[in-house]
């Protein structure tokens, strides 16, 4: 079976997507599907150090680059859309990652031209909260674009039963199939990393931490989670504990932070290493005490169940869509997004280190059974199977 994945960009500073689209596709190579990612150069306001227009491997998966034009905010690849029509109809299956992109409607429509069935990933663009932020835009993009994309979709994949409820809800869609993310397998068993992580971005700080580790965005929550950190640890019992605010995003919002840390009187406790990635993404989740994820919205979050593989809990908002799961498995603390309701969760995380290493084996063994991208990628190739199939 042959699968094109089209994402718009795949460049690590972008977050989950871009994460959890080299694990998928790595984990259906070994399925012994015929993989290839298709995607554009863009990395901030530069590019890859990669060639376009040619098949490479990209961490170990063929992947074809084309170049990014215009804006980082827009991703327009023109040569990315004119290679879709020319070689779509040579897959099996297509698999669309995002829908707000110039990429995605647009292999979606080459897809029905030419009887191709496809799938697309949402990426939690369908939340209502989602839909609220940029409403008219958007409003545009369904009626014009989106709509007949999602409606001529062999399946519509979301990663958690609370995304699809709320995308379902919002725009009475159907024929959704609920599939997660994963993770390596390797990381639940990897080497103790953790002291050359605070070697070199903490200057071998012995101090126990809350680590985020995500995108800079305003849609994490993290202004406010900074306040309820500091207001909490003025504790004298919790005086010795650090934030760690481990991601990229915008130069301008990064720096917005670092001020509001600083404003209020927090900057030798808050730490901000810049993005991480390899080994260092893993040493960072090995010497966590707690992992944090406050976002006001969040289809699935990766880097909790990151966390959760390594023995680490979490500490998450009700708007992050694995709360259910993680309430379930009691591996960690969901909170109300609010200031209030923050700081009881992280007080009690923060004072009861028996309960913090009980939650963080609760979800080592929820990942296990359910959250490695093998275990994904043979749900994913069932799929495929039953789009793909003659009596479908």
Known sequence: MRALHVIPVIAPRYGGPSEAIVGMCRALLDTDVDVLIATSDGDGRGHLPVVVGEVQPYRDVPTIFFRRRWSDRIHVAPNLVRWVNSHV?????????????????ATARACRRLGTPYVVRTLGHLDPWSLRHGRLRKWAMLQLLLKPMLQGAAAIQYTTHQEKRLAERALALGHGVVIPLGVDERLLDAPDQAEQFRA???????????????????VKGLESFIEVFLEVTAAQALRHWHLVIAGDGAPGYA??????????????????????????????????????????????????????????????????????EVNAARAGWVAPLDKRGLAAALNDALRDESERARRGRAGRELVQSRFTWPVVAERLLDLYRSITSPTN
Not at 89 to 105: E, K, L, Q
Not at 200 to 213: E, K, R
């Open 89 to 105: 109809a040579s897959f099996d299956v297509v698999h669309i990652h995002a829908i707000y992109s110039f990429a995605g409607p």
């Open 200 to 218: 070199h971005f903490l200057n071998s700080a012995t101090w126990p931490y809350v680590l985020v580790l995500s995108r800079l965005h305003p």
């Open 255 to 324: 720096a917005e932070l670092k001020n509001h840390a600083a404003a209020l009187e927090g900057s030798q406790r808050v730490a901000f290493t810049g993005w991480v990635g390899g080994q260092d993404r893993t040493a960072a989740l090995q010497g966590a005490a707690l992992m944090a994820l406050p976002s006001h919205q969040e289809s699935f979050g990766l880097s909790a169940i990151e966390a959760l593989a390594v023995g680490v809990p979490v500490l998450i908002s009700t708007e992050v869509n694995l709360a259910d």
